[in-house]
């Protein structure tokens, strides 16, 4: 394994479990799972807390399996993760944004 390959699952690994981390807490959560930093979502706005937060941690596991993927590619080639990781971030967040919205409107008292 090359040095960059070490440095990428040094990074990758601990990005990964990260967001596999936010994931389950929000699948696990009593309260409504906020989205933007600093916002809340009042348990009055949603009909259906947990089926909410799974949905928010399912899309939020989803979301770190570009690192997980990253971080596999990386043992073989760091040059193969790169494209992975910019391409996935860039095309991943947007996703969040569109994903999340789709998520409160369904579930929006």
């Known amino acids: 394994m090359s040095k960059d390959s070490i440095v990428m699952l040094c990074i990758l690994v601990p990005l990964a479990s990260f967001f596999t981390g936010i994931g389950i807490f929000a699948w696990t959560h009593k309260k409504p799972m906020w989205f933007w930093s600093g916002s809340t979502v009042k348990e009055n706005e949603i009909t259906d807390v947990p089926a909410y937060n799974r949905a928010n941690g399912i ?13 596999v590619l990386g043992i073989f080639s760091a040059r193969a993760a790169g494209p992975v990781i910019a391409v996935g971030t860039l095309v991943g967040i947007v996703g969040l944004i569109v994903v999340y919205k789709q998520i409160y409107k369904k579930y929006r008292r």
Not at 59 to 71: D, G, K, P
């Open 59 to 71: 899309m939020w596991i989803c979301f770190s399996l570009i690192y997980w993927t990253a971080a």
